[in-house]
């Protein structure tokens, strides 16, 4: 029998080149692109040549210091990580021990299929060895990066308990695949060189496994989560534009009443000043009743009500829309992609000093086969965004910051677009739906 002493380990250059093409794979899976400055660039080279030499001097030095040198390499693929993604310390580490299981992984897999062929067709050429890495190696990482990029959802501010569940999972791990080469009498190690490699294999095959099921698993609620925050708002706003309903009816069946009430009092002999006053409040009357005749009943009562908020909070609210063009949207939906954007519009502009910058801009209107929905709001302060939209404001983030996420949720079911951009201190929501046609 073979003592696993006695024949050859991974080379440490192998190690080296997994643990940085792992950092690689998922920096690019956390930013979804490839494009890197040229400092990131410079981080990428540098930390692979302290990998490399790392790993060689880990290979020369006694098991006692095997595993300081180890915790080395991973501090290494930390701070690449965290300098090259931009997430946060805590999350930065949840992909650390993926990246890191993910790397001995795809070392002990290649390295044990090397060790049978070259030992069974003796195939022992430094060349073939290498470029037989490189294969298994592209192979290994190509399949890894179509499984978890199919993850359309990348998991954001991990807690610290999804943290230690991952770290837990990842020391297991490589302690129980790692036990046969420090000790090889125990009843979960082998002291025959094939045991010790399908040991090693097979639990960090079962480790990567295991982390992944756990990053979708944990995915998968995040978005039900959310989806759940989302449907919340959507009914919320609907019973916000119930309300407002009630509220504008009561108004105008109020303002009916006066109608009738004047029309009485015209009959009687007043004086001048009285026959004046009258007029005016008649005149206030048809102007109110004239407001925001769109053609479309939904978005009339969504704007009155915006308006009625605005006036009382001393903010501009001007308005161009052509409703019917809206008809082809559900209540609901009409009630998110308005009342969302409207009441962050007037989340922001009120916190304005001056009153004269307190201005929100509506348009909907036709653009060639397209409704475009425009709503703008004076914007005093920089945004900070978060890929395709902005952060929130809010302390409580995960209670807030699903306004224009239910927006885009509810865009989207008409087979639209959404585009949120800042302009010339203006903070610019453009919509674009498809029309239906009569055949749709």
Request: some cysteine.
């Amino acid at each position: 029998m073979t003592e696993i002493e006695l024949i050859r380990d991974i080379p440490k250059i192998y190690t080296a080149l997994a643990e940085w093409i792992s950092c690689v794979l998922y920096i690019v899976i956390i930013r979804k692109n490839v494009k890197f400055l040229a400092k990131e660039i410079a981080a990428l080279i540098g930390s692979l040549i302290i990998l490399i030499g790392l790993q060689e001097v880990i290979g020369n030095v006694p098991v006692i210091l095997w595993i300081p040198g180890m915790l080395i390499a991973m501090a290494v693929m930390f701070g690449l990580l965290l300098f090259c993604s931009g997430e946060n310390c805590i999350t930065t580490g949840y992909w650390l021990v993926r990246a890191f299981v993910l790397a001995e992984m795809a070392a002990s897999l290649e390295w044990q299929i090397s060790y049978y062929i070259t030992e069974h067709f003796e195939l022992k050429s430094k060349g073939f060895e290498f470029a037989f890495m490189a294969v298994v190696y592209l192979l290994v990482f190509a399949i890894i990066y179509l499984i978890e990029s199919r993850q359309e959802h990348i998991l954001e501010d991990v807690t610290v308990k999804e943290l230690l569940t991952t770290t837990v999972i990842g020391i297991v791990c490589f302690c129980l695949s790692n036990l046969s080469y420090v000790y090889s009498n125990t009843p979960f190690s082998s002291p025959f060189a094939r045991e010790a490699f399908n040991i090693r294999t097979l639990i960090d095959l079962g480790g990567y496994a295991f982390l992944l099921a756990y990053h979708f698993q944990r995915c998968e609620d995040h978005v039900k989560t959310e989806l759940d925050v989302i449907q919340n708002v959507l009914r919320n706003q609907y019973s916000q534009y119930r309300q407002s309903q009630e509220s504008i009816d009561i108004i105008n069946h109020k303002y009916h009443d006066l109608k009738h009430q004047i029309n009485i009092l015209r009959q009687e002999k007043n004086p001048d000043k009285k026959e004046e006053y009258l007029d005016e409040i008649e005149k206030g009357i048809k102007d109110y009743e004239s407001m925001y005749k769109t053609g479309n009943g939904i978005l009339d009562t969504l704007l009155t009500g915006t308006s009625l908020k605005c006036s009382r909070r001393d903010i501009t609210f001007t308005c161009v829309a052509d409703g019917t063009l809206l008809n082809q949207i559900y209540v609901m939906d009409l009630c998110t992609i308005f009342g969302n954007a409207l009441d962050n519009a007037m989340e922001h502009v009120v916190q304005i000093a001056d009153p004269e910058k307190r201005l929100i801009h509506v348009t909907v209107s036709k653009m060639e086969e397209f409704i475009l929905i425009r709503i703008e709001n004076y914007l005093q302060d920089e945004l900070q965004f978060e890929g395709e939209l902005p952060s929130t404001t809010k302390k409580n983030k995960a209670y807030h910051g699903f306004g224009l996420k239910s927006i885009k949720y509810s865009v989207e079911k008409y087979h639209g677009t959404m585009d949120v951009k800042t302009e010339d201190h203006w903070f610019i929501i453009n919509i674009l739906i498809p029309l239906q046609t009569d055949n749709e």
